[in-house]
């Protein structure tokens, strides 16, 4: 009798406390376990797994400590406004416009501290930002100058990128590892995307962030 070919994956690797609710799903192309993180989420993991999520005009920071393999990913857009993001930051990191940025970078970077990551071996990677909305200010140019510009405040040097240009990104990220996969996509998916993120403009117009979050 001819064995299967179909191989059951492993169980997934223990999930951090306060991600139980993202979705986790076994890659065959990758031979790996991947969180995928929707608009205004992020992951973090001690694990060997990716992190994925698809981006139009939002942007990604994908940040690890070298050292420990511990790091993680977000997702995030600032509403829409007419301040430039730069000068809104540099003015008042408490604006309503950066306030949404500052959140998905110290949420994200807290954690991986909290979790054992030092600042010091904090290593950045960024992504996205494409101008893929139509009869709209570059949404994707100004989220671009907002992650620069924490980074360059918060000293931390950025490894790579791959942000601008029109095209939608699929991003996985593996933070033991460090490595990164960037898939641009074409414009079969854009109404699919920019369906997503007006829905997102719509909550962050409904749905203000409250409370203030510090940086370790």
Sequence with gaps: MALSSTIKP????????????????????????????????YYVTKSDEGVYTTLG??????????????????HFMLPITDAAPADAWKAASQSSATRYGNYAMEHL????????????????????????????????????????????????????????SIYPRMVVYFPASGRVRVKRLRSLHNNTIVTQEIS?????????ISGDVELF
């Design 200 to 208: 997102y403009i719509d909550n962050l117009k409904a749905k203000p």
């Design 109 to 164: 970077i807290n954690e991986i501290m909290r979790n054992g990551g030092q600042r010091k071996n904090l290593e950045v990677k960024i992504f996205g930002g494409g101008r893929i909305l139509q009869n709209m200010t570059d949404v994707g140019e100004r989220n671009i100058d907002f992650v620069r510009d924490y980074l360059k405040i918060e000293g931390l040097r950025v490894a790579s990128e791959d942000v601008g």
């Design 57 to 74: 005009s939002c942007v990604s920071a994908c940040i690890r400590d070298t050292v420990m393999g511990i790091g993680g990913m977000n």
């Design 10 to 41: 492993p169980p997934p690797p223990l999930v951090l406390p306060g991600f139980e609710h993202v979705k986790r799903s076994w890659n065959e192309t990758y031979q790996s376990y991947a969180a995928r993180i929707l608009p205004g989420e």
